[in-house]
């Protein structure tokens, strides 16, 4: 197990406003590590900075050794570093075969297209059932099933999913939550998962953050943080 | 027999609108900028082929192979330089546009000095007559080169990869960038592509049209009547809207009065803004514009 | 004196509910404007063609103050004002003409039509935003501009009106050049105390809010179209004005002129741009930069051939859009800022 990605003390915010106020976490080969955090503390902000959208200021970011602090967006999926982004965001006007295609656009993994689609489909047999619909029309668990699928189109070597639970029923966050199992199982892929919703979230997880206001507030294994009567308490109702 | 002829004079027209907008509905859709200079763009293209033609000789529709990367290359300078710093900027966009609007159409003045030209061609002038109707080659020309340009534009943007990035860019800009998409780059091409388009356009009018350098005026405000109504961003909107001008302007030149043609499609434009601002097969529409702040 | 100032109300009974500075000192600071602006008018009242030239950038510094209020403060980007003013030149020259009405009278006609008529027009282009409104408008124009053409019996048509010399103080006709200055001048004073007293009313303070954020505006009970509709009628207005007094000091007017971009309708927003929009001072301080500027640089290379003075003012319109966002008034607004902190700290 080697170190994949390191930040340290990064503090970012959107224009004048604050947001993450010196933040530092890792992430292991092969591991599965979740932040959590109620809403509005700051978790989409830690994944837009790492992957580019936002830039920091101040700290220091490190992918497999390559310092990618201030990179902009388009450079750091190269990296190996790929996101889902909250909701997904699909390109919903084009077909899912277009959207899988794009996910491989980047320059260190276009020539695999051909390759990771049939990997893909194999992966999620119902997106090759609907590789010709628009994007659009797909309901919501397939829609986030789509999303991770074209991240995954860049075969990259982290995997960060923001909020992947959000907007779906139960029974397709279930269904969701094992994808991302059955991801980590089958490919050699590390996963970052910010989540709102806990539980889940921590019985998913090797190793778990929990981002207040900016800072990380506590940090542990995951069983261990999920049987811990403060955050039980604070972040599960009971 | 009238009305055939009307219809033709409009669909001819009509070419003409949709070729100039063509390159305009594409930088609307894909970059979300307004470019007030885009008539002077097509200006330029018309000046080019008389350039090639005063210093090389050649025929327009030769020209065209020269004039259309040249207009590409002053595209993409002009994203660069002026409309790239302002990207978020619509407001100071109209200035930009407008003063380069202005800098252009007096710099062409300048140097002709208000001379007009016109660049003769072998093959354009010739008309011919289908049944009662006179059709002259130049506008045929125009009107098969807009179904061209608007075929290979729509394969170019659903079949190849760049033109399906450049698809991802007009929907969804943060996610493209996930994509490792370069935005900023996609969108100086874009912009390149739409003013080699409005090169095309021009060199291609230079055989119907006398020059002079306020010509761009009489495009501008078409094109956005055409790409408002086609709606932003779509390649059969700039096609059909242009046609639907050509015919309206057609029409109510014969059936209301030749002078009011102007204003009459101008109250079309208006009244599909205001109350369809998708346009007719627009994905995103004039309400986007500045409601949907995208980075 | 600027809207930042405006916005931060105090809530303390010695000030006044619309902004930090109390009246008196406002007034204080207006009457020494203006009487700044009235220097030039004093040094050079016998250079005949500086005092044209003076002339038309008070005219144009009130145009561009009425065009401030609903693009400035207001955040709707007009290119159509070149309507309004057209109005109010047509209007006041066929009253004069055909009625020989006053123009001092016929004035009111053409505001109070605009009035009604600019809220009418903008009213649906409302929901578009930033560039589209902007495109509409011009479309406004242009469509004016082929209806004045086309309606030769109310507007005489391509060849347009002529108002005959008739020197008299109640045809607004006067032999003495430098009452046309004056009158300018007053028209100047009239727009920037307008100015002045709206964004220290409710509306002003409304007009902001809905500029900056349209939707807190709405959901903060600010009927935001209202607001809107008030400041383009008192916006057109005024411009109207301005172009009754426009006829009757150049006394010809055609569509070409009224409605040319370049020299009206996209003057009135390059003025307050360069000057900076959003502000009291800002349109005036554009005005005197740029109108002067302009007549000088014709002066000097319109001979040299045609358009190149254009070019250069061309080339004014592009930088000061790359560089001076927040135009002169701004920048001087950037200092005082810092001056401000600098003491404080």
């Given at each position: 197990?080697?170190?994949?990605?390191?930040?340290?003390?990064?503090s970012?915010?959107y224009?004048?406003?604050?947001?993450?106020?010196?933040?530092?976490m890792h992430?292991?080969?092969?591991?599965?590590?979740?932040?959590?955090?109620?809403?509005?503390?700051?978790?989409?902000?830690?994944?837009?900075?790492?992957t580019g959208?936002?830039?920091?200021t101040?700290?220091?970011?490190?992918?497999d050794?390559?310092?990618?602090?201030?990179?902009?967006?388009h450079?750091?999926?190269?990296?190996?570093?790929?996101?889902?982004p909250?909701?997904g965001?699909?390109f919903t006007?084009?077909?899912?075969?277009?959207?899988?295609?794009l996910?491989?656009?980047n320059?260190?993994?276009?020539?695999?297209?051909?390759?990771?689609l049939?990997?893909?489909m194999?992966?999620?047999p119902?997106?090759r059932?609907?590789?010709?619909?628009?994007?659009?029309?797909?309901?919501?668990g397939?829609?986030?099933?789509?999303?991770?699928?074209?991240?995954?189109?860049?075969?990259?070597?982290?995997?960060?999913?923001?909020?992947?639970?959000?907007?779906l029923s139960?029974?397709?966050?279930?269904?969701?939550f094992?994808?991302?199992r059955?991801?980590?199982?089958?490919?050699?892929?590390?996963?970052?998962?910010?989540?709102?919703?806990?539980?889940?979230?921590?019985?998913?997880a090797?190793?778990?953050?929990v981002i207040?206001?900016?800072?990380?507030?506590?940090?542990?294994p995951?069983a261990?943080?999920?049987?811990?009567?403060?955050?039980q308490?604070?972040?599960?109702?009971? | 027999?009238?009305i055939l002829?009307?219809?033709?004079?409009?669909?001819l027209?009509?070419?003409?609108?949709?070729?100039?907008?063509?390159?305009?509905?594409?930088?609307?859709?894909?970059?979300?900028?307004?470019n007030f200079?885009?008539?002077e763009?097509?200006?330029?293209g018309?000046?080019g082929?008389?350039?090639?033609?005063?210093?090389?000789?050649?025929?327009p529709?030769i020209?065209?192979l020269?004039?259309?990367?040249?207009?590409?290359v002053?595209?993409?300078?002009?994203?660069?330089?002026?409309?790239q710093?302002?990207?978020?900027e619509?407001?100071?966009?109209?200035?930009?546009?407008?003063?380069l609007?202005?800098?252009?159409?007096?710099?062409?003045?300048?140097?002709?000095?208000?001379?007009?030209?016109s660049?003769?061609?072998?093959?354009a002038?010739?008309?011919?007559?289908?049944?009662?109707?006179?059709?002259?080659?130049?506008?045929?020309?125009?009107?098969?080169?807009?179904?061209?340009?608007?075929?290979a534009?729509?394969?170019?943007?659903?079949?190849?990869?760049i033109?399906?990035s450049?698809r991802?860019?007009?929907?969804?800009?943060?996610a493209a960038?996930?994509?490792?998409?370069?935005?900023?780059?996609?969108?100086?091409?874009?912009?390149?592509?739409?003013?080699a388009?409005?090169g095309?356009?021009?060199?291609?009018?230079?055989p119907?049209?006398?020059?002079?350098?306020?010509?761009?005026?009489?495009?501008?405000?078409?094109?956005f009547a055409?790409?408002v109504?086609?709606?932003?961003g779509?390649?059969?909107?700039?096609y059909?809207?242009?046609?639907?001008?050509?015919?309206?302007?057609?029409?109510?030149?014969?059936?209301?009065?030749?002078e009011?043609?102007?204003?009459?499609?101008?109250?079309?434009?208006l009244?599909?803004?205001?109350?369809?601002?998708?346009?007719?097969?627009?994905?995103?529409?004039?309400?986007?514009?500045?409601?949907r702040?995208?980075? | 004196?600027?809207?930042?100032?405006?916005?931060t109300?105090?809530?303390?009974?010695n000030?006044?509910?619309?902004?930090?500075?109390?009246?008196?000192?406002?007034?204080?600071?207006?009457?020494?404007g203006?009487?700044?602006?009235?220097?030039?008018?004093?040094?050079?009242s016998?250079?005949?063609?500086?005092?044209?030239?003076?002339?038309?950038?008070?005219l144009?510094?009130g145009?561009?103050?009425?065009?401030?209020?609903?693009?400035?403060?207001?955040?709707q980007?007009?290119?159509?004002?070149?309507?309004?003013?057209?109005?109010g030149?047509?209007?006041?020259?066929?009253?004069?003409?055909?009625?020989?009405?006053?123009?001092?009278?016929?004035?009111?006609?053409?505001?109070?039509a605009?009035?009604?008529?600019?809220p009418?027009?903008?009213?649906?282009?409302f929901?578009?935003?930033?560039?589209?409104?902007?495109?509409?408008?011009?479309?406004?124009?242009?469509?004016?501009?082929?209806?004045a053409n086309?309606?030769?019996?109310?507007t005489g048509?391509p060849?347009?009106?002529?108002?005959?010399?008739?020197?008299?103080?109640?045809?607004?006709?006067?032999?003495d050049?430098r009452?046309y200055?004056v009158?300018?001048f007053?028209?100047?004073a009239?727009?920037?105390?307008?100015?002045?007293?709206?964004?220290?009313?409710?509306?002003?303070?409304?007009l902001?809010?809905?500029?900056?954020?349209?939707?807190?505006a709405?959901a903060?009970?600010?009927?935001?179209?209202?607001?809107?509709?008030r400041?383009?009628a008192?916006?057109?207005?005024?411009?109207?004005?301005?172009?009754?007094?426009?006829?009757?000091?150049?006394?010809?007017?055609?569509?070409?002129?009224?409605?040319?971009?370049?020299?009206?309708?996209?003057?009135?927003?390059?003025?307050?741009?360069?000057?900076g929009?959003?502000t009291?001072?800002?349109?005036?301080?554009?005005?005197f930069?740029?109108?002067?500027?302009e007549?000088?640089?014709?002066?000097?290379?319109?001979?040299?051939?045609?358009?190149?003075?254009?070019?250069?003012?061309?080339f004014?319109?592009?930088?000061?859009?790359?560089f001076?966002?927040?135009?002169v008034?701004?920048?001087?607004?950037?200092?005082r800022?810092h001056?401000?902190?600098?003491r404080?700290?």
């Amino acid at each position: 197990m080697s170190r994949l990605l390191t930040v340290e003390n990064v503090s970012s915010g959107y224009g004048l406003t604050p947001v993450l106020r010196g933040v530092s976490m890792h992430v292991d080969t092969g591991e599965v590590v979740a932040v959590v955090g109620a809403n509005g503390v700051g978790k989409s902000t830690l994944l837009r900075t790492i992957t580019g959208l936002v830039h920091p200021t101040g700290g220091d970011i490190t992918f497999d050794g390559v310092h990618i602090t201030g990179l902009p967006a388009h450079r750091i999926v190269s990296h190996g570093l790929a996101m889902v982004p909250e909701g997904g965001r699909l390109f919903t006007f084009m077909t899912v075969m277009e959207n899988l295609e794009l996910g491989a656009f980047n320059p260190t993994s276009r020539e695999d297209t051909q390759q990771s689609l049939h990997e893909v489909m194999e992966l999620f047999p119902i997106l090759r059932e609907r590789r010709a619909q628009r994007a659009g029309s797909l309901s919501g668990g397939e829609r986030q099933m789509c999303a991770i699928a074209r991240a995954l189109m860049s075969r990259p070597r982290m995997l960060m999913l923001d909020e992947p639970s959000l907007g779906l029923s139960p029974v397709m966050l279930e269904k969701v939550f094992d994808l991302i199992r059955m991801v980590v199982a089958s490919r050699d892929v590390t996963v970052l998962l910010i989540e709102q919703n806990v539980a889940d979230a921590l019985e998913m997880a090797n190793r778990a953050y929990v981002i207040e206001h900016g800072v990380i507030a506590k940090t542990g294994p995951g069983a261990e943080m999920l049987h811990d009567p403060d955050i039980q308490r604070a972040y599960m109702g009971l | 027999m009238d009305i055939l002829n009307i219809l033709v004079v409009g669909l001819l027209l009509g070419g003409i609108y949709g070729l100039v907008s063509i390159g305009l509905n594409l930088i609307f859709g894909v970059i979300r900028i307004v470019n007030f200079a885009h008539g002077e763009l097509v200006m330029l293209g018309m000046y080019g082929a008389y350039l090639a033609y005063a210093t090389l000789g050649l025929d327009p529709y030769i020209a065209v192979l020269l004039v259309v990367p040249a207009l590409f290359v002053v595209g993409i300078i002009v994203h660069r330089l002026v409309l790239q710093p302002l990207h978020a900027e619509s407001n100071m966009q109209i200035f930009a546009t407008f003063g380069l609007l202005i800098i252009l159409q007096n710099a062409v003045l300048a140097i002709t000095r208000g001379e007009g030209f016109s660049v003769p061609s072998k093959v354009a002038g010739f008309t011919f007559g289908v049944g009662d109707i006179r059709v002259t080659v130049s506008r045929l020309v125009i009107f098969l080169a807009l179904t061209a340009t608007a075929i290979a534009l729509h394969l170019f943007l659903k079949r190849t990869l760049i033109g399906k990035s450049i698809r991802a860019v007009t929907q969804d800009r943060q996610a493209a960038r996930l994509m490792g998409i370069n935005v900023e780059r996609t969108f100086t091409i874009t912009f390149g592509i739409g003013s080699a388009l409005a090169g095309l356009a021009g060199v291609l009018l230079s055989p119907i049209y006398t020059l002079s350098p306020g010509i761009g005026g009489n495009f501008i405000l078409a094109a956005f009547a055409v790409v408002v109504l086609g709606g932003l961003g779509s390649v059969a909107g700039a096609y059909f809207g242009g046609m639907i001008v050509g015919l309206v302007e057609a029409f109510a030149g014969f059936y209301i009065d030749p002078e009011l043609k102007q204003a009459i499609w101008f109250l079309i434009f208006l009244v599909v803004l205001i109350v369809r601002p998708t346009g007719l097969f627009g994905q995103v529409g004039a309400e986007e514009v500045g409601f949907r702040e995208q980075n | 004196m600027n809207s930042d100032d405006l916005a931060t109300a105090d809530p303390s009974p010695n000030r006044p509910a619309g902004g930090i500075l109390p009246w008196r000192r406002v007034a204080l600071l207006y009457a020494v404007g203006l009487l700044v602006t009235l220097v030039p008018l004093l040094l050079l009242s016998r250079n005949f063609f500086w005092l044209n030239i003076i002339t038309y950038t008070y005219l144009f510094a009130g145009l561009a103050v009425a065009w401030n209020i609903i693009a400035g403060f207001g955040g709707q980007f007009s290119l159509g004002h070149g309507v309004f003013f057209a109005i109010g030149a047509y209007t006041t020259a066929r009253l004069f003409l055909d009625w020989e009405i006053s123009p001092w009278l016929g004035l009111l006609p053409g505001a109070i039509a605009c009035a009604v008529v600019g809220p009418l027009i903008f009213w649906p282009t409302f929901r578009l935003k930033g560039s589209f409104f902007a495109i509409a408008t011009l479309a406004f124009n242009e469509v004016a501009l082929v209806l004045a053409n086309y309606l030769e019996s109310v507007t005489g048509g391509p060849r347009g009106l002529q108002v005959p010399f008739r020197a008299a103080f109640k045809n607004m006709i006067f032999t003495d050049p430098r009452a046309y200055t004056v009158l300018m001048f007053v028209f100047m004073a009239i727009a920037v105390g307008i100015s002045i007293v709206l964004m220290r009313s409710r509306l002003g303070y409304y007009l902001l809010a809905v500029r900056e954020d349209e939707d807190a505006a709405r959901a903060a009970g600010i009927s935001v179209i209202q607001v809107k509709l008030r400041a383009t009628a008192l916006s057109a207005a005024l411009t109207a004005i301005g172009g009754g007094l426009f006829a009757m000091y150049i006394r010809t007017i055609d569509p070409l002129t009224l409605f040319s971009l370049p020299d009206i309708g996209v003057k009135f927003a390059l003025l307050s741009l360069i000057g900076g929009m959003g502000t009291i001072t800002g349109p005036v301080l554009g005005a005197f930069l740029i109108i002067p500027l302009e007549s000088y640089l014709r002066a000097v290379f319109g001979g040299s051939g045609p358009g190149v003075h254009l070019i250069l003012l061309g080339f004014v319109m592009l930088l000061a859009a790359l560089f001076m966002r927040r135009g002169v008034a701004g920048a001087i607004d950037s200092l005082r800022q810092h001056w401000r902190h600098r003491r404080s700290a």
